[in-house]
């Protein structure tokens, strides 16, 4: 298998990076499907209000969003809102009538955001074409991600799933694998990311087995996870990953996966026979492949448990390898809280 790859980096001298493996020893800000680093202060003080559910839901949804120096569209606000359905239309109409809303939310150019906080359209546009640059550049990297034996569905994630990178950015992925090979989908993206030299700013962080759909944690900040990803290839799984976790309705009832932006692999038939004809050919001496990362990956893993910051965000087992070894969940949900804590619904 190092053998292949080494001869696909040589193909490609040209392309750039796609993993990295996620062990504290090289530290990120990334914590899995949609963890990106929660910007500073972002939200605007603004005084106490009382709104009508559906006024509520509209400024958290956008609240939350700004945690991450992320205005809305419409249409991204419809989609992410917060346990209320509503069309577009009657988002504008909300708006446009709640003079409590008005005052938390500001609605310009398109987007909404925090009131006093315009500055974040230029900042979106500025991060989105430096985020579709960097995917053109790494487009080659995450093809050869796609073409890995037993990956079944690859999604973006963390900030570079928005379009929303700062600086640099990383490369963050999302994994779904045929059967449990969970270990050696992970190793194999470790190596190819190492041979082509983008080992720095890729992370395959959250990688679990078809048979493992159902997430732990189904709260708001799992579910905004999920919603987010943008998948490459599987989007038939993705759509089976969503139906594992019926919470996900809950909290974004609007959410319907077929109306999500993609970024999508072109694949054709003949691709995913081929695929299928050498994962079989491959199956017994790649399930012996599984059984020696799992024991090196794992112990490897477990030695540097000491350095890990959210130690309880990292799961290390048979069907799931999730490295969330830096999660911002707790910070995420606390500014969250702070910040919702002075919108009121109305009696």
Known sequence: MATQLARISRRSAAAQDVVQDCSPAEPRRSDVVQDFSPAGD??????????????????????????????????????????SRVTPTEILHAYSASPSLQAAVEHRDGFFF??????????????????RAFLRRHHLLLTLVCLIPYVRMAALSGSIAHLNLEGHGDLDLFIVTRGRRVWSVAVAVVVLAKLMRRRAIVCANYVVADSRLTLDEPDLFTASQIVHLKPLVGRDVFRAFVAANPFVARFYPNFHEAASPALPFHRTRMFDGVKRGVEMALAWPWNGLETVCRIAYRTYLRRQAASWQSPEQVRLEDDCVKLHT???RRTVMERFERVVQKLKVKN
């Open 42 to 83: 972002v939200v605007q003080d603004f005084s106490p209000a009382v709104m009508t559910e559906r006024e509520l839901s509209i400024a958290r949804s956008v609240l939350y969003a700004s945690l991450f120096d992320y205005p809305l569209t419409l249409a991204q606000l419809r989609q992410s809102l917060i346990e």
């Open 326 to 328: 830096r999660s911002h």
């Open 114 to 131: 925090p009131r006093g906080r315009a500055d974040l359209i230029d900042e979106r546009r500025q991060r989105e074409a430096r985020s």
